[in-house]
Every structure is written in C-alpha cells, then in structure tokens.
C-alpha cells in the first residue's frame, strides 16, 4: 500500500480546495438556512466534471481514480456538506447502473449522468423501513408491458431536483431495483423540510400511485434488488460518506487552530491551556487515521479486492465517529460562540451526525464488521 | 477438483468453516448466504479469473454451488475468448 499521493492527486486536492475555498466555504451556512443549494452551484460543478466523476471514460465520464475521488469529496465536505451529498447521491446511482445496469441503462443515463445534465437520487429509505432495508413496503407488479408500483419513499437525498431515481420495491416478496424518471406518470415528490443536519441538501418524499414504468426499467432482476443493486451503491456511498466525515474533521480542526490561537482566556491564547490541547490532540491524530483507513479502503476498491467491502465499512464507520467526535469538541473549544451561528462548528456537528446514520448507521456497522473478522478467522 | 474448483473452494470456505463443502453442494441450501457473501464472492470471482460478472449473469442458479461457479467461469472466458 503507497501511502503517498502521486503527483497528479497532490495537484488534484490542491484544485478541490481553492474550488471549495472560492465557491463552497463562503456560503455554505446560507445555504444551511435556506435548506437548498442554488442551481448556479451545480452548473459549476457540472463544469469542473464534479458531478458523476466516477463515470468510466466509456460512458463519457472522467473515470477519476478512487484516491482521486475520495479527495475531492474530502474537499467539498471541507466546505459542505449538503454540496458533498449531491455528489455522494449521484454517484451512488451512477455507481449502481455502471455496475448492474444493462447495456440500454448504460447508454441511455450515464453520458448524461456524466454531464450532471441528469441528477441521480436513491430511493430506498421509507417511513417503515430504514436499516431494515429488506423490509420494503414499496410493491411492484408486473403489468404486462410495464411495471406498476404503488409505495412512499422518504429522505430521497436532492430528491427535489433529482431527474432519475433508483427505486426499490417488492415483486412478489423479492426485492428489486427500478430505474424512474421524474416525469413518470404516478409519481409525486414533496419537499422534506427541517432536517437538523445536511439541511441544504435538498430532501424529499416520493409517492408512487399507480406509477408506470417500461418494463426495461428494471435493473438486473427481482431478487437481487438488495444484496446487490442496493449494495452496489451503498458501497460507494459509505466511501464517499467516509471521505466526507473526514472533511468534516479536518473543517473542525482547521477552525479550532485558528480560534484557539487568536481567542484570549486568562490572558493567554485557548490554545496555551492543557485541556484545549487535549482536544485539538484527539482531533490531530484522529483526523489522520480516518484518512488512512479512507486512502486503504480507496486502494483495495481500485483493484476490486473482496476485502474492499470490509475496509470502506471500517473507513466509514471510525471516519464518521471521527467527525461527530471532532465537531463535539470543536463546539465545546468554541464555547457559547461554538452554538452561534457566527461560527461554522454548530453546522459541522450537526452535519456529522448525518455522516453516522446514512449508507448504514454505526450500529449497523457494529453488527456487520465483526462477521468479516470471522470469516477470516 | 481441477485448480478453479479449489480456488472457488477456499473463498467458499471462510464461510463455512466446520464443512467440507463439495463440488455440487448447494450453498443456499446450506443456509450461510448473506450479502456479504453475495457481493464478495462476485468480486472474489471477477478479480481471480480476470472476468467481468454482469447483470445477466445475476441468476442464483450460476452461484449455486463450486460447480456452477466453476461453469460460469468457464462460460464468460469462452465468451470473450
């Protein structure tokens, strides 16, 4: 395992941070309080090849590198979050068609995908049915000619701009995934409004009456909607959500260095005081080992190891702890200035308690990564 | 057992590991399948043998046991050769 950047991914971060710097950071608590990012943001985006970059070249997209992937979303959670789960939705998506899509899924969505002309949004999550993903009340029926499917998703992630959503429901009791446009003759979507973290990142609820869709849409076919449609993208979602906890770290380490330099208590800096210390402390060598567990699980997907799946859970689950970790303290160093919203770190705790309960919660994790350490053992 | 059965074999094995799982034994019959079996063993299977698993190729019945594991194999390699 390298564990230097080459040449092109130093140069890389160093593009995603002054984009982050220039058009993320400054803006990133109004957007916080307008629940939603503007659509001058994601032309932006678009323009940078932000949105879908793990696209292959095949398909039109860059085809980014893993390392080089994980970087950028580190960066762009650096500033925000909400920005950061635009492109975690929409490559999760693109990652599921990319990797069970058939031929015309592939041709039809991801150019378009790649261009961020189209936004992928997952719609898995329903009001009964969160962890227990199996459990899906969202029922398809074979119609024919089309797929009928009546059900209710809720938390879509930038579903309010979505142009394409990847469903999951039942067909007689096996899972499966659906590929289904906006514009689907059924399908309504509602805008979820005061979620307490990732409030810019634009939520909605799906309601599915009668919604009709050709029956290409399925992806792959009933049974293996779950453990490997949905897993596919849960996949790549735990490593964008791992290297965007770790941005969030690295913003709350970055603005207690500052505070803790410049704010003056008992007439020395906060930094001078021994238990500040500590904290910035955990906060250093914390933020360090989620990025190498981060950098590890990138490495083994890169060459599609087995135990890619194992390392980007570990990644996700001690990164996302990490951040929560991080953001406590870094409110706590920011005292009553910490809960105003003069300051960032209020929006970076709220954020990362996202980062602990998306793409698998952390006790999901606890449950899971001990039965890959026994199947080694 | 020719070299790709035992190499399906020992994969297999980290997930049954009091039985001695045999060629045509079905594993789902056996009761040990999860996901994370289901989505290793497709990329234990595409980076061993250099093969690309597809969505057409999603069908329980080639992942049944070593054997039908093995006639998958051997069915893409055919196919791209």
New interface residues.
């Given amino acids: 395992m390298k564990l230097e950047l080459s040449a092109e991914q130093r140069a890389a971060r160093a593009e995603f941070r002054a984009f982050t710097a220039a058009e993320i950071a400054p803006h990133a608590d109004a957007w916080d309080r307008q629940e939603a990012i503007p659509r001058e943001l994601i032309d932006r985006l678009r323009q940078r090849g932000y949105l879908g970059s793990n696209i292959t070249a095949e398909h039109g997209g860059l085809g980014r590198d893993m390392i080089s992937y994980g970087l950028l979303t580190e960066e762009i959670a650096r500033g925000c979050s909400s920005v950061r789960s635009l492109l975690t939705v929409h490559d999760m998506v693109a990652h599921a068609i990319q990797r069970w899509g058939s031929r015309e899924h592939k041709e039809r969505y991801l150019p378009r995908m790649a261009r961020a002309e189209l936004l992928g949004a997952l719609a898995l999550s329903e009001p009964n049915a969160g962890s227990d993903a199996k459990s899906i009340e969202t029922l398809a029926a074979d119609a024919g000619d089309a797929w009928v499917l009546n059900g209710r998703k809720k938390w879509t992630t930038f579903g309010q701009i979505a142009g394409l959503f990847l469903v999951f429901a039942q067909v007689k009791g096996q899972p499966a995934a659906f590929l289904i446009e906006r514009e689907a003759p059924g399908l309504t979507v509602r805008p979820l409004k005061g979620i307490v973290g990732t409030r810019a990142s634009m939520l909605a609820e799906l309601t599915l009456e009668d919604c009709r869709v050709p029956k290409g849409q399925l992806v792959s076919r009933p049974g293996f909607g779950i453990s490997h449609v949905a897993a596919a993208a849960l996949e790549q979602g735990r490593y964008s959500v791992a290297w965007g906890a770790v941005g969030i770290a690295q913003a709350c380490l970055d603005a207690c260095r500052s505070y803790a330099a410049d704010r003056r208590q008992f007439g020395v800096p906060l930094a001078d005081h021994q238990l500040i210390r500590a904290m910035l402390t955990d906060m250093i060598v914390d933020v360090r080992a989620a990025r190498l567990l981060c950098l590890r699980a990138g490495w083994l997907r890169a060459s599609g190891d087995p135990g890619a799946f194992m390392e980007t859970m570990a990644a996700k689950y001690f990164a996302s702890r990490v951040a929560t970790r991080s953001a406590n303290d870094a409110v706590q160093i920011h005292g009553a200035n910490g809960l105003s919203e003069s300051y960032p770190v209020a929006r970076y705790l709220r954020d990362a308690k996202v980062t602990e309960i998306i793409e698998g919660s952390t006790q999901i994790q606890q449950i899971t990564i001990p039965l890959f350490e026994f199947q080694e053992f | 057992m020719d070299d790709t059965q035992l190499k399906i074999k020992e994969?297999l094995s980290?997930?049954f590991k009091s039985h001695d799982l045999q060629p045509n034994e079905d594993i789902f019959a056996l009761g040990f399948v999860?996901?994370?079996l289901?989505?290793?063993?497709?990329?234990?299977v595409?980076?061993e043998f250099a093969i690309q698993v597809e969505?057409?190729d999603?069908?329980?019945d080639n992942f049944r046991s070593i054997d039908a594991i093995a006639g998958l194999i051997a069915r893409k390699r055919g196919a791209a050769a």
């Fill in positions: 994969f980290r997930f999860n996901s994370l289901a989505m290793q063993l497709v990329a234990f595409e980076k969505d057409a999603l069908d329980l």
